[in-house]
């Protein structure tokens, strides 16, 4: 069966240190993965779209990799900051439909 | 620009009841899902839609009925409301294509099933 496997368990770094979140998957083959930013009480928020063709994407202090050969995605934040507290979400997209399936998430707390 | 809204925000329903959980989108976009979020389980796909007049079964859909007669409006309906559907709903919308599969969320209604 299809799995999407974040690690459930929260990630606890002090500030100004890079956070590496990690999503597995199995029986996938995505054409593009996804990763969410979802604060307490607000509904999720888009961060980046890397797809099968690409190893790496960045976009400010956040990076993307994306392997499809170990069907994993790792997702760091450098110099990270207390506001960078949240639970972060991978999505893939299942079989050409385009409708994307989300990974349970992990939460990321950045101690001051 | 208001993006995704969904109504209403928090809603206590007793077990049998029947309500509508309203989603509008202003950005024109093809695509339109419903989600439920519970503690330890993630997102779930209720129902989606490729565009007016056409809906389709996610992962859960049992229990909730949806309609697409426009764009704009995605409405969920509760025909029986049962205490396994306490949850927070969300609704989101996307271009739904390769070039930009990002979804945009609503901000959540949180369902309570007594």
Redesign the interface.
């Known amino acids: 069966s299809q799995k999407i496997e974040q690690n459930s368990e929260a990630l606890n770094i002090q500030e100004g240190k890079t956070a590496t979140l990690t999503c597995n998957y199995t029986n996938y083959s995505p054409a593009y993965l996804q990763w969410y930013r979802q604060d307490p009480g607000r509904g999720p928020v888009f961060l980046l779209l890397i797809r099968e063709n690409e190893k790496e994407k960045r976009k400010e202090r956040l990076k993307v990799t994306f392997d499809t050969t170990l069907k994993q995605s790792l997702f760091h934040i450098t110099a990270s900051q207390p506001a960078d507290s949240a639970t972060y979400l991978c999505a893939l997209e299942a079989g050409g439909s385009y409708i994307p399936t989300f990974g349970r998430g992990t939460s990321l707390i950045v101690h001051p | 620009n208001a993006g995704?809204t969904q109504t209403p925000k928090f809603q206590v329903l007793k077990t049998g009841q029947s309500m509508t959980l309203q989603c509008a989108q202003d950005m024109n976009h093809e695509?339109m899902?419903w989600?439920r979020q519970d503690p330890?389980?993630?997102?779930r796909?209720i129902h989606?839609s490729v565009g007016a007049g056409i809906t389709d079964q996610?992962?859960v859909p049992n229990g909730y009925n949806v309609s697409r007669s426009t764009t704009e409006d995605f409405p969920l309906r509760l025909l029986s409301a049962a205490p396994s559907q306490t949850s927070v709903y969300?609704c989101?919308s996307g271009y739904?294509?390769?070039n930009?599969?990002?979804?945009?969320?609503?901000?959540?209604s949180r369902l309570t099933v007594l």
Do not use: I
């Open positions: 995704v695509y899902s989600y330890g389980m993630g997102l796909l989606y996610g992962e969300f989101a739904g294509t390769a930009t599969g990002e979804l945009f969320f609503g901000e959540g």
